[in-house]
């Protein structure tokens, strides 16, 4: 597999370059993307997971800033054009095999999910039952671990289009 | 689109009932697969994004121990079977859209990336460069962040096949 589609992305070479190596060889996968975590700088907490293809990747790093590609709009996502948030990169890892990436971020606003929570991540599935505590044969209930909105979303984002699919 | 696939999974109805709801109703895309964060519950620190099928969410439900799908084996990926290094899930939580999932583990070894590193992300890409600090118009250079490896890999997995794929 070669890597042109960008100066910054060397070609993948051996499994050794690609783990120990000290260069850049990010993998895409058969869409053209490789996935993102996002978390907070200074909290740690994980904000959202997205996806970005080589050209965003690079805009990332020229920006400092996140840019993903959206599935839904089919276009790149300067994470914050629309709404303010923007979240300025501090640091930008990849793992071991080259096809996942995470951002470190401050987030201008205090907030990542189109709902208007801080996080995307607000709800928890239960897990683990016992003997003396099974779940439920039926679908699982979620709790709800951050119940307090940073903004509402019909004042930042008016009628634009919601980007969940069903 | 219905969740036939565990009892555990609603179908999803809404985009209100997906991202406001307190039901599990997860998305997996067209290969049957949703996208998963593991962080150490302790440090918070990213140690590895990969991947479910419904089977194997079901499991870590279940189990309460993150149990992949990988997809260079195409099987359940029980994380720690072969080494040792299970990963004891604390929260489990889903994103706005129920399309990716965040695990916050205890790690038992205290490692998570085959390589031998207690995280797979141990390198960091430059970004935002600057007029007097131009990047290189060629394949940047990573700078390890984490040098320590907590085992050797061939101890461990011996001579089992090594899931990188180029």
Redesign the interface.
């Given at each position: 597999?070669t890597?042109e589609t960008h100066?910054?992305?060397?070609a993948?070479?051996?499994?050794e370059q690609?783990?120990?190596?000290?260069?850049?060889?990010p993998?895409f996968d058969k869409d053209g993307l490789i996935?993102v975590?996002t978390?907070d700088y200074e909290?740690?907490?994980?904000l959202?997971?997205a996806n970005m293809n080589a050209e965003s990747l690079a805009k990332?790093?020229?920006?400092?800033e996140a840019v993903y590609w959206s599935r839904s709009r089919q276009q790149l996502w300067h994470k914050g054009a629309t709404s303010g948030l923007v979240q300025k990169?501090r640091?930008?890892?990849?793992?071991?095999?080259q096809d996942?990436v995470?951002l470190r971020v401050d987030v201008q606003g205090g907030a990542s999910?189109?709902?208007g929570?801080r996080s995307?991540?607000?709800?928890?599935?239960?897990?683990?039952?016992q003997a003396d505590a099974p779940?439920a044969?039926?679908?699982?209930?979620?709790?709800?671990?951050i119940t307090e909105k940073v903004f509402d979303p019909k004042s930042v984002y008016g009628d634009a289009p919601?980007?969940?699919?069903?």
């Open positions: 597999m890597n100066r910054w992305y060397a993948r070479t051996s499994v690609v783990e120990e190596g000290r260069v850049l060889a993998k996935p975590v978390t909290s740690g907490e994980v959202m997971v990332t790093i020229e920006l400092g990169v640091e930008l890892l990849i793992d071991d095999d996942a995470w999910c189109h709902v929570y995307c991540f607000y709800r928890s599935v239960p897990i683990a039952p779940l044969d039926a679908p699982l209930d979620l709790t709800f671990t919601n980007p969940t699919k069903l």
